[in-house]
């Protein structure tokens, strides 16, 4: 018998100098990958073939103020990652994140910090590694409270990969003095090669990605079908809320 029903799409999703990429998969069976580079976050999760889950390596659910070691979640799944725990950052204040909109670089960075000390305990202030990603988070934020809950769930590679890697966190890191590390990114491939990606979807990003955000994207995708059979963990379980009632918990 013919078989019609619409086939279930997921998707994971990272940054990256374009805008995002994403890696869309079958909910069931084989794979069958697909990787995107979009403009906007939008592009992938509101389209009319959008992903019945999505996976996403950006936080949702920002605090009011922050404590030493960040949100909740990035406590909780730091002592998993052993050498690779530095790759979990502390999320700031939900003000901080928000203060330096509209502004120039400069105003925008001193906007921000002023912001990030006044909501922390201690006080700190934030990377430029950090504050470089508050577009995308306060997009994926805006997403979010536009009704986006329920589908978008937040995750982080390398706690992925551990969890696939029957809780043992990748030995290399992927990344080697902010240039990609062959060896590193090769640890991965060979990991997501036995969860049934093939070499050839792996070895090339599209134009405007890099070859760690495609692996973390692909990644990310097998977080959104362990999502989608209740098979995933959450850190908290079960996830606490934010200000705004958006969830905060990191899914692996």
């Not at 069931?28 to 390596?57: K, N, T």
């Not at 404590?67 to 999320?91: D, N």
């Not at 093939?198 to 990644?219: N, Q, S």
């Amino acid at each position: 018998m013919r078989n019609d029903a619409p086939r279930s799409r997921l998707a994971g999703i990272d940054g990256c100098r374009a805008g995002w990429i994403a890696c869309l998969v079958d909910g069931d069976g084989g794979l069958d990958p697909e990787i995107r580079v979009v403009a906007r976050l939008a592009e992938v999760m509101d389209g009319p073939d959008a992903p019945e889950f999505a996976a996403i390596d950006m936080p949702i659910g920002l605090p009011e103020h922050c404590g030493p070691g960040g949100r909740g979640p990035e406590r909780l799944v730091r002592p998993r990652l052993g050498e690779r725990q530095s790759s979990v950052f502390s999320i700031p204040s939900r003000a901080a994140v928000y203060a330096g909109e509209g502004l120039d670089e400069r105003a925008a960075y001193a906007a921000v910090c002023r912001a990030a000390l006044a909501t922390s305990d201690p006080p700190r202030k934030v990377s430029k590694q950090a504050f470089n990603l508050f577009p995308k988070i306060r997009e994926v934020d805006r997403w979010m409270a536009d009704g986006g809950a329920g589908r978008l769930y937040e995750s982080h590679p390398e706690l992925a990969l551990a969890c696939l890697n029957n809780w043992s966190a990748m030995v290399l890191p992927k990344k080697v003095k902010s240039l990609p590390n062959p060896a590193g990114l090769d640890e991965r491939r060979a990991l997501l090669a036995r969860h049934g990606f093939e070499p050839r979807v792996l070895a090339r990003p599209p134009r405007g990605a890099g070859p760690d955000d495609l692996i973390d994207a692909c990644v990310l995708a097998l977080v959104a079908r362990r999502i989608r059979r209740g098979e995933a963990v959450s850190f908290p379980d079960p996830p606490a809320r934010d200000g705004r009632g958006l969830p905060v918990a990191i899914w692996a």
